[in-house]
């Protein structure tokens, strides 16, 4: 039974990818949501503009029809550019799991970049003013005001969006990245016996959610240590 | 590029429009019956009696952890299978209906939206103010009375953004029906991609769709939101909010 037709080790392979994903995926998410903060934050309206209709934009379209976009668009895009700058025909072959974390940091960027303007909003103004009259420059304003308490206003919302990032990363196997789903599939195809693989599948993922809700509780109670309560 | 914009229109369009009345089909029927279920998983959630609480605590956190493809493919493929082993089922009238994708995909949507609208309600029905409640019950108001007369209409005040935002989420869940070969939106488009190689024109008009569908959603909704708070506009006081947990 735990052997699985002698696919278990496949399914843990599988697990491997759906971890690096997530990871690799963490860090533009976190990068494309700053930066999108600050655009819906800017004083140019031209920066306000584009922020907020790129979260428009990815809050109505499913993820999938944005992952199926990179994938299949992505490979013709970066082809017509190859073809510019070489000058003759060339092939160009995005890896799936490539064009699948830039489609997750897509979309879990537009959602991050809300949870972190809600937090920017929560530093006290007075603190920002403070600041000012010390006569701390703007970008020392950032470092050293806003984004240390950033990360204990973002972390619940943070939370939240890692927890559908994990469960989005399941999405990737459409474009044939060897993932959790993807290997499930494959054992439910070859063993004929999909009850059992994609019930494996589905506790994979619960245990990659669990562990990741303890991690951030852990994470939040150690953020607002030094924090009194109220 | 505009000119296989308007081929891919010209030639395709009842495709998108059929698969367009099919994503509002599956949003609809989800969210009405998913609404329906999650009543009374939230009042057994809010309950506390850990044995009334074991069951809606088990279901909605496996629903809320676990994939929805996942989940999908374990329906239509797992049970499906179970299904096509029973004995004689291939001759039985019930057939043609039990290996329909269709019925596995709204079950399945219907359960995961449950689970998510469950988890907002019991936010909402637990943040109702006791002293409204107990103020029922010293009226004389039985508790199934003071759940239809006081806690539910409260509860849905205060979680309708969520709700929103939920029944959006379903709205981007139901693009997953096309990995088991249903022809909503994103099917129609992935069909379109599949004849034509134009994966520009096909998935971003698909995705224009769904955004317009968005818009009118959230533009009724708002009325909606406008209505249940009528009693708060003359106070603009105990203004209670719940936050949306995560989508699918």
């Known amino acids: 039974m735990f052997d699985l037709y002698g696919r278990g080790w496949q399914m843990l392979e599988g697990g491997l990818v759906t971890v690096q994903l997530c990871l690799t995926v963490l860090p533009f998410m976190i990068l494309i949501g700053l930066l999108g903060a600050s655009a819906k934050l800017s004083k140019y309206r031209t920066l306000r503009i584009i922020g907020e209709s790129y979260t428009v934009l990815i809050r109505g379209i499913p993820e999938l029809l944005v992952i199926l976009l990179i994938y299949f668009g992505g490979t013709i895009a970066v082809q017509n550019i190859a073809e510019l700058i070489s000058g003759e025909e060339t092939r160009v072959d995005i890896p799936a799991f490539w064009s699948g974390v830039a489609a997750l940091a897509l979309v879990q960027g537009a959602f991050a970049s809300e949870v972190f303007r809600a937090a920017m909003q929560s530093i006290p103004l007075g603190q920002i003013e403070a600041a000012t009259a010390c006569g701390m420059t703007p970008r020392q304003i950032f470092v050293r005001i806003k984004l240390p308490q950033l990360w204990r206003f973002a972390l619940p919302g943070l939370n939240n969006l890692f927890q559908v990032l994990i469960k989005d990363t399941a999405l990737i196997s459409v474009v044939g990245v060897e993932e959790i789903m993807r290997k499930a599939a494959i054992g439910a195809g070859t063993e004929k016996a999909p009850f059992t693989f994609y019930l494996v599948a589905m506790l994979m993922f619960l245990a990659f959610t669990t562990v990741s809700l303890l991690v951030f509780n852990h994470l939040e109670k150690r953020a607002a240590r030094g924090i009194a309560r109220g | ?248």
């Open chain 2, 1 to 248: 590029m505009f000119e296989d914009l308007l081929y891919v229109l010209g030639k395709y369009d009842s495709w998108l429009w059929n698969g367009f009345l099919l994503t509002l089909q599956l949003l609809v029927i989800a969210v009405f019956f998913g609404t329906l279920l999650a009543i009374p998983l939230a009042v057994a959630r809010s309950s506390k009696k850990v044995w009334v609480q074991a069951f809606p605590f088990a279901f909605i956190y496996f629903f809320r952890g676990t994939p929805l493809i996942a989940q999908l493919f374990m329906m239509y493929y797992g049970v499906g299978q179970l299904v096509a082993n029973i004995d004689g089922i291939q001759d039985h009238w019930t057939w043609t209906y039990l290996r329909d994708p269709y019925w596995y995909c709204l079950l399945t949507f219907i359960l995961n939206t449950a689970a998510y609208i469950a988890e907002i309600m019991r936010g909402g029905i637990q943040n109702v103010p006791s002293g409204e409640v107990e103020a029922a019950r010293a009226c004389g108001m039985t508790p199934f009375t003071t759940y239809r007369r006081i806690i539910f209409p409260r509860m849905w005040q205060m979680i309708w953004p969520a709700y929103t935002n939920d029944v959006i989420f379903t709205l981007k869940a139901t693009s997953l029906a096309s990995t088991v070969t249903m022809m909503e939106l994103t099917g129609a488009a992935r069909k379109i991609v599949a004849r034509t190689a134009l994966p520009y024109e096909a998935f971003i008009s698909a995705g224009v769709i769904y955004l317009i569908i968005v818009y009118f959603l959230t533009f009724g909704f708002k009325g909606i939101e406008r209505y249940l708070r009528r009693s708060e506009r003359r106070k603009d006081a105990n203004k209670i909010v719940v936050t949306s947990p995560a989508g699918p």
